[in-house]
């Protein structure tokens, strides 16, 4: 299943998602195309080339061609230029089995001028600022808000605050929305229907930096009302794929600015919260009927965007006579070289057996009990291994101190204090040192991405000699709150402290219900070891979500490198 994204620009991180969706359900290519070659989301897309501007005639032809020839599933016109000639010309694409991510042309045109958005909301009862006619404003008080009729990105919207500032802002006024300031706070929606247009997926966030017309700084909310109204909104509308809605929104009314009937800058948090759209998208087109998941997301996660910068050499752009020979296989870009430039590792279980830090812990606790106590240190090891294996982890020291009949509340402190501070005496898996050495010999650089209290973990990195082999070392304990594994905020921080892209670095882990999912979003490659498992942690259902599941699957560390093929 391949994927084309119109007007890519610097949508590199949409680009991203549609990969890391791909390889999740089968693989597939994302192909890329714009009008400049300057386009840094063309250098990150697996397919990229070059096509006239949307006003060329030529524009819609070049596209199906490319479309055509590189088997594409589904086009994602990212551009409000593009969409009404996608709406247009979308039983073209259909007659050759392709998908468009667009709504009907009537939709389309009612959500691209913003006179015929608000006739729509007035005619269907949806609150929208009230808006002045070409004279209205004159008795009304300022401040006023304007914008042009046809526009996008916020270009030209403005404050005013008198009648001489609202002569200097706009020219003709027949071409300007002139409506009431509202000081509410503004909210984006990401919202997706199928095909049919049934509603699966509503995540609103408060815009809390706006640059250009796009959220820098954003938040998750949990607005069930909110949620119901843009629902009602998308439903009227006939809104398919995933669409952005703006709106003004004071706890308890709603009024509407615009829909933009594609994915929006932004879009990236709400994928982060839980709504990963390019994968329901993905499984939409493999003919399933999936499950609505209105207000399934995680509230309140913020999102801080940022620039990045992308260097290639000159001869590595597209070039207009690549363009021209459009089906020529594409200059190699060093940013998506097929071969790896960096593995992370998890690390209990991963590289070395963590049995080892967990019978020294106890070891530790036992000797204490005993000078204390005048018991035997080998019983008291016995005792708690037994526990272990009889009721798992978490109540070891609790269900110890009541055989031995001594005071959970003032010793049980004690005990966790004795466990979690020894120093343990650790060894990494005979196979491991070998490998880590032949993969830095190699010039990959790695990384540690790691769960657990901050402390503990970096007792066990020094005892094992770990540092000497990472590039960069991630304890998710030294992270902000929410920041543990299956977040992908950890591997993020690692791949930048590597500065090594998120499609050329792999994930070595184990834990299936926890350590795949970040990696995978990021469009990681990932790869499982096969282990007893955690000692002491009761084995759990594997989870529906594939997100969760790794790619490939291995007996070993040994047999993981292999299949990513290394060393």
């Known amino acids: 299943m391949n994927i084309l994204i119109t007007g890519a620009s610097r949508k590199v991180s949409l680009v991203r998602a549609f990969q890391s969706a791909l390889v999740r359900s089968g693989g597939g290519n994302v192909i890329a195309v714009d009008v400049s070659s300057y386009a840094p989301a063309l250098y990150v897309a697996d397919r990229r080339f070059l096509v006239s501007a949307s006003t060329d005639p030529r524009f819609v032809d070049e596209v199906l061609e490319i479309c055509k020839h590189e088997n594409v599933s589904l086009i994602i016109p990212t551009r409000d230029e593009e969409l009404i000639l996608f709406a247009e010309a979308r039983e073209r694409f259909e007659a050759s089995r392709i998908r468009v991510m667009v709504p009907q042309a009537e939709t389309v045109r009612t959500c691209c001028d913003k006179f015929s958005f608000l006739a729509f909301c007035r005619e269907h009862n949806f609150g929208i600022p009230r808006t002045y006619d070409r004279d209205g404003w004159r008795s009304s008080d300022f401040p006023l808000f304007v914008k042009p009729r046809f526009g996008k990105g916020g270009h030209g919207a403005q404050k005013v605050a008198c009648k001489e500032e609202m002569r200097l802002a706009i ?38 930096l706006v640059i250009a017309g796009e959220s820098y ?42 829909v933009n009937p594609r994915f929006g800058g932004a879009s990236a948090l709400g994928r982060a919260a839980g709504a990963d759209t390019p994968m329901m998208l993905l499984r939409l087109l493999d003919g399933e009927i999936l499950p609505a998941r209105l207000g399934q997301f995680e ?3 913020v999102m801080l965007r940022f620039t990045d910068d992308l260097f290639l050499k000159d001869n590595a752009l597209v070039s207009p006579a690549e363009s021209r020979s459009k089906f020529a296989e594409p200059t190699p870009i060093s940013v998506r070289k097929a071969e790896l430039r960096a593995v992370l590792f998890d690390l209990d279980n991963t590289l070395y057996p963590e049995e080892q830090f967990v019978v020294g812990g106890f070891r ?28 798992g982890r978490g109540r070891v020291f609790n269900l110890l101190l009541k055989e031995l009949q001594i005071d959970s509340a003032s010793w049980l402190p004690t005990l966790l204090q004795v466990y979690r501070s020894h120093q343990p005496v650790l060894s990494l898996f005979p196979e491991t040192p070998v490998l880590l050495r032949a993969l830095k010999g190699r010039g990959l650089r790695l990384a540690l991405v790691t769960d657990g209290l901050a402390s503990i973990q970096r007792r066990k990195i020094a005892a094992l000699g770990l540092d000497a082999y990472m590039s960069a070392i991630v304890c998710t304990g030294e992270l902000s709150e929410g920041c543990a594994k299956p977040s992908r905020i950890p591997f993020e921080v690692a791949l930048n402290l590597l500065d090594v892209a998120p499609n050329a670095a792999a994930y070595v882990a184990d834990d299936i219900n926890k350590d795949f999912a970040g990696p995978n979003q990021l469009g990681m490659k990932s790869v499982q070891i096969r282990t007893a498992g955690l000692l002491g942690v009761r084995e759990k259902p594997e989870p529906s979500d594939p997100v969760f599941h790794p790619q490939m699957t291995a007996g070993s560390l040994t047999e993981a490198l292999t299949l990513l093929g290394l060393p």
Request: hydrophobic share 40%; with cysteine.
């Open 299 to 301: 509230p309140d996660l």
């Open 364 to 391: 530790a606790v036992a000797q204490f009990l005993a000078e204390r106590r005048h018991l035997g240190t080998e019983q008291l090891l016995q005792q708690m291994l037994n526990i272990l294996r009889l009721h």
């Open 217 to 258: 700084v954003s938040r998750t909310v949990d607005e069930p009302e909110l949620i119901a109204e843009a629902s009602r909104l998308a439903d009227e509308l006939n809104l398919v794929g995933h669409n952005t809605i703006q709106c003004f929104w004071d706890g308890s009314e709603a009024k509407f600015i615009e």
């Open 171 to 208: 020219d003709h006024p027949e071409q300007w929305l002139i409506q009431e300031f509202v000081n509410w706070p503004e909210y984006t929606i990401d919202l997706l229907a199928d095909f049919q247009g049934r509603i699966l997926s509503v995540v609103p966030r408060s815009r809390q």
